[in-house]
């Protein structure tokens, strides 16, 4: 699973609808339903000296994906020994929209590492 960051130095950030482990890790996903948990992955190849990450998900305001936003959900981590090069939690969102995750340091809080969108809508 971690073997995937080696081959980039930038940082990623993979959605599944399962707990992420080796077998599943490239079943990433995109759309989810509400109420429903979010697994994610961080990807991280190059090491943060803190071992501080700030999270972000921000909801675009309408359904075009475009205008204003809202910030949903935020989450600090401090990086564990174990967790140098990745990151892996869960989240739920219970209202339909479309949604940005985005990954800061704690070693620089204006640049982002990784951004990813996805959907939350009912079947």
């Given at each position: ?92 969102i219970g209202e339909e929209g479309y949604y940005i995750m985005q990954v800061y340091s704690k070693d620089k809080p204006t640049k982002k590492l990784a951004v990813s969108e ?6």
């Amino acid at each position: 699973m971690l073997s995937t960051s080696a081959c980039s130095d930038r940082a990623g950030i993979l959605f599944n609808q399962n707990p992420i482990t080796e077998k599943n890790v490239l079943d990433n996903s995109s759309v989810f339903y509400p109420g429903r948990r979010i697994y994610y992955l961080i990807l991280l190849p190059k090491k943060v000296h803190s071992r501080y990450l700030y999270i972000q998900v921000v909801k675009k305001d309408n359904d075009y994906g475009r205008l204003g936003y809202t910030l949903y959900w935020t989450k600090n981590i401090r990086l564990k020994d174990e967790e140098v090069n990745y990151f892996t939690d869960y989240f739920v969102i219970g209202e339909e929209g479309y949604y940005i995750m985005q990954v800061y340091s704690k070693d620089k809080p204006t640049k982002k590492l990784a951004v990813s969108e996805f959907y939350v809508q009912n079947p």
